[in-house]
């Protein structure tokens, strides 16, 4: 198997598509990402202006470090296929993208991710059931999901027994990350630790939560964002790691259950 050497165990500073697009063909193993939602464009009251209103609680009502997080929606659904497209590109044939996103209501009617995802050979939806979510909007109920779409090339075969998990998930957000959109731990140790993939891609890096359980469960990453201040804060937290393990997921998991009994107490 070819190996990216140069981008191996390193988290680069960039726009995913110029960094992708460095990396050779069909020299990772797999794609674990979720990119910006596009949340500033939304027709809701909320994350328009940036004052809060019904958002007020969520960290991302400041945006992204380096990223605004509004595009025009065509403009947004065409750059997420060409990153999917430089992510198809560079995972072999045994690979897989888990492409974490969220549906939406937009003017009333749901917006699922089908644009994006359209031309893909999305293989499974699997939803990410999320404890809490944020809606009084009284036209409908209280988005309390995600999705993340497994979208596999021909001979991606989950480890073995991995495919017991079923294809709802439910894990807590992550309440303790300096990042305003950071996957759980879990979440990515659930998701690496079905396959036995040796060479994992995380184009939307973020807060290195990728890095960290690929690490943890001894693969290799490769990690992007395009704000060198989370690519710091993803090296930080990696060699963090190395010296008290955060994966530990049972312990995790009683931890994140306190957190939340304590919330719904408050
Ligand atoms: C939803 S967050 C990912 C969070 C990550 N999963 C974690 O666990 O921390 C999306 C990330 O995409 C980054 N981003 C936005 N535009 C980008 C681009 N063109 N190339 C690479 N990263 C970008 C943002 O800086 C943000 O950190």
Known sequence: MKY?????????????????KQIPDGSVDLVVTSPPYNLKNSTGNGMKDGRGGKWANAALVNGYDTYDDCMPHDEYAKWQQSCLKEAMRVINDNGAIFYNHKWRVQDGLLQDRQDIVSGFPVRQIIIWRRKGGINFNAGYFLP??????????????????????????????????????????????????????????????????TAVVAKALGRKYIGIDISPEYCKMAEERIARNGKHREVEPQQQTAQMDLHYELQQVV
């Open 144 to 209: 309390t999901y995600e999705v993340i779409y497994l979208i596999a090339k021909k001979n991606f075969k989950l480890a073995s027994k991995a495919n017991a998990h079923g294809d709802v998930w439910e894990f807590m957000q992550d309440m303790n990350n300096p990042h305003p959109a950071p996957f759980p731990v879990e979440l990515i140790e659930r998701i690496i630790g079905s396959t036995n993939a040796e060479v994992i891609l995380d184009p939307f890096m973020g807060s290195g939560t």
């Open 4 to 20: 990216p050497k140069d981008f191996i165990n390193k988290i680069i500073p960039g726009d995913c598509i110029d960094v992708m």
